[in-house]
């Protein structure tokens, strides 16, 4: 069963407004990574958040994770249609040394 | 650094006909995994290797899977014999020594079984 959820499941916005994007999980965790993926193409990390962090920025991308609540968000600011693709995060468990990816939300930005 | 490579980009097959999926992880990594991404079941952690030592192949589906990983440059995922079902994207990724962060994805084998 896959570890985490996001919601939503799809996501239009216009160019320039923010995206957020949520992830539940359901274990704990050393980390959560998220991860981009264009059509066709395989996955590209994004950022990576410890468990004993709260926030976290890269660029454009701020990450938030609530391990009390077992959930995360990402937020990309000021968007572009080159943001179209779909987001997963992922989740390591404190035990073994595997990922596991949620289903992702796919990102439409429209210019 | 090429990346992860992963062939054949694309494969047809006919049911019962072996599939065998080839990756190239990258110059350093130690750690290799095999995802395969379906519409219906997303990403799925198939089998990972450490070291080319087999860690956790609980997400093989089933017998006619098969991975290898002969050294540290290569590995290999076969299914034998396909079936329909097995239709979906494989993708191989892999890490820095000792540290599972950071994935580094192939660009997959999108493998259709007719």
């Known amino acids: 069963s896959q570890q985490g959820e996001e919601d939503p499941q799809a996501l239009s916005i216009q160019e320039g407004e923010n995206a957020t994007m949520n992830c539940s999980y359901k274990?704990?965790?050393?980390?959560l990574q998220w991860y981009r993926q264009n059509s066709g193409r395989g996955l590209v990390h994004l950022i990576l958040i410890r468990s004993n962090e709260r926030e976290k920025h890269s660029g454009r991308l701020r990450v938030t994770l609530d391990t009390s609540k077992k959930s995360s968000s990402l937020l990309i600011t000021a968007s572009r249609a080159a943001d179209t693709a779909s987001y997963f995060c992922?989740?390591?468990?404190?035990?073994?040394?595997?990922?596991?990816f949620g289903a992702g939300t796919i990102l439409r930005v429209k210019s | 650094d090429a990346g992860v490579i992963q062939s054949p980009r694309h494969e047809v097959t006919e049911m019962g006909q072996e599939v065998t999926l080839r990756c190239k992880p990258i110059s350093g990594h130690n750690s290799l995994f095999w995802y395969r991404q379906t519409m219906m079941r997303g990403l799925e952690l198939l089998i990972y290797?450490?070291?080319?030592?087999?860690?956790?192949d609980s997400g093989m589906p089933e017998d006619r899977f098969s991975a290898k990983m002969p050294n540290a440059s290569f590995s290999t995922l076969k299914i034998q014999p396909s079936e329909p079902r097995d239709s979906a994207v494989y993708f191989c990724?892999?890490?820095?020594?000792?540290?599972?962060?950071?994935?580094?994805f192939g660009s997959g084998t999108q493998l259709s079984v007719l």
């Open positions: 992922a989740t390591d468990a404190e035990y073994g040394n595997k990922l596991v």
């Open positions: 990724a892999s890490t820095r020594p000792d540290r599972n962060e950071k994935l580094f």
């Open positions: 274990t704990s965790i050393n980390n």
């Open positions: 290797f450490n070291n080319n030592v087999p860690i956790d």
